[in-house]
T-cell receptor, first 115, second 109 residues
């Protein structure tokens, strides 16, 4: 059981380049999330999805787009990368049928550096 | 003011010590609460949920005080392997979880 898998694990981009981060989960979870983690800032929610075909903005959505075409996949796109987007990105999923005590299951993270 | 606040630490304690972390939250509509553990350069992992009546899991005890809007985590008989960052997490509705910035614990021999 792989759980939540993120690809790639590391990436270096130049300012203005684009890329897509892929998150895949095999737990049949309805909810999926993208967070970024920066020193002293904790985890901040970028975008999330409550089901296939739905997406919603989190706390820090600017500069990112997402898509949830299949239930098991949640893609995070950076159309024109900026140095401020240098961060560690975590994908997570959860099961809404255990809503009030549903923990998040995280992927291993993607370390992105924008130069 | 941040929605979820934690003392960043670090807390440096000897093996065998008892250490407690607090976390305060600002939204009284908060519905559920968790403590996560994050090791250096790793993903956060659920340590325990926090129930209104308080709950214990081995050496770990979590308490919730809704009136004062704070959550606590007590670790007894600290081990070297407890060294990590402890994240307080608050759920406001079915789809929104807010993380604290974390409290770093370093247990020394």
């Amino acid at each position: 059981n792989a759980g939540v898998t993120q690809t790639p694990k590391f990436r270096v981009l130049k300012t203005g380049q684009s890329m897509t981060l892929l998150c895949a989960q095999d737990m049949n979870h309805e909810y999926m999330y993208w967070y970024r983690q920066d020193p002293g800032m904790g985890l901040r929610l970028i975008h999330y999805s409550v089901g296939e075909g739905t997406t919603a903005k989190g706390e820090v959505p600017d500069g990112y787009n997402v898509s949830r075409l299949k239930k098991q996949n949640f893609l995070l796109g950076l159309e024109s990368a900026a140095p401020s987007q240098t961060s560690v990105y975590f994908c997570a999923s959860s099961n809404p049928w255990q809503v009030y005590n549903s923990p998040l299951h995280f992927g291993n993270g993607t370390r992105l550096t924008v130069t | 003011r941040k929605e979820v606040e934690q003392d960043p630490g670090p807390f440096n304690v000897p093996e065998g010590a008892t250490v407690a972390f607090n976390c305060t939250y600002s939204n009284s509509a908060s519905q559920s609460f968790f403590w996560y553990r994050q090791d250096c350069r790793k993903e956060p992992k659920l340590l325990m949920s926090v129930y209104s009546s308080g709950n214990e899991d081995g050496r770990f005890t979590a308490q919730l005080n809704r009136a004062s809007q704070y959550i606590s985590l007590l670790i007894r008989d600290s081990k070297l392997s407890d060294s990590a960052t402890y994240l307080c997490v608050v759920r406001y509705n079915t789809d929104k979880l807010i993380f604290g910035t974390g409290t770093r614990l370093q247990v020394f021999p």
